[in-house]
């Protein structure tokens, strides 16, 4: 929750291949105090049924910059692992099961505000923007 003194953030994952959200993937938190100052890692959490992150750590007074990072590979992998028992032709094809193993969103913010920061996630793209 945000205060005037301090920011908060919150996220979710919308899988566009398939039009639902995506469980269980990684999400890291950083925070930095100024455009040179070093991250501080401040936790992680990870992907509900919902695609939403509800507990990620609470950001630090005189942040100015955050990161989020999302671990996508694993996610990627377990769903190509899935589809591959379904239709068994398609195994061992050779294809990577995703273009960007890792997505780093990194953003400016003020003390006061609330930043919502969904992912848009297909295998070989993605879009980020700021939600409500």
């Known amino acids: ?5 301090t920011a908060s953030v919150s996220t979710h994952i ?3 291949s398939i039009g639902r ?3 269980g993937v990684a999400v890291r938190l950083a925070a930095r105090s100024g455009r040179d100052a070093d991250w501080q890692a401040l936790g992680g959490s990870a992907t509900d049924a919902d695609g939403r ?3 990620l750590p609470a950001l630090p007074e005189g942040t100015t910059h955050v990161r989020l990072d999302f671990a996508v590979e694993p996610y ?10 379904d239709a068994p032709a398609n195994r061992d094809s050779g294809a990577p099961a995703v273009f960007f193993p890792e997505v780093a ?6 003390p006061g505000e ?3 920061v969904p992912l848009l996630l297909n295998p070989f793209g993605y879009s980020v923007y700021r939600g409500s």
Do not use: G, N, W
């Open 53 to 55: 992150c509800k507990d």
């Open 1 to 5: 929750m945000s205060t005037e003194t």
């Open 14 to 16: 919308l899988d566009t």
């Open 21 to 23: 959200p995506a469980e």
């Open 105 to 110: 969103i990194t953003f400016a913010v003020v």
């Open 114 to 116: 609330h930043y919502h």
């Open 76 to 85: 990627f992998a377990k769903k190509q692992a899935d589809a591959q028992q």
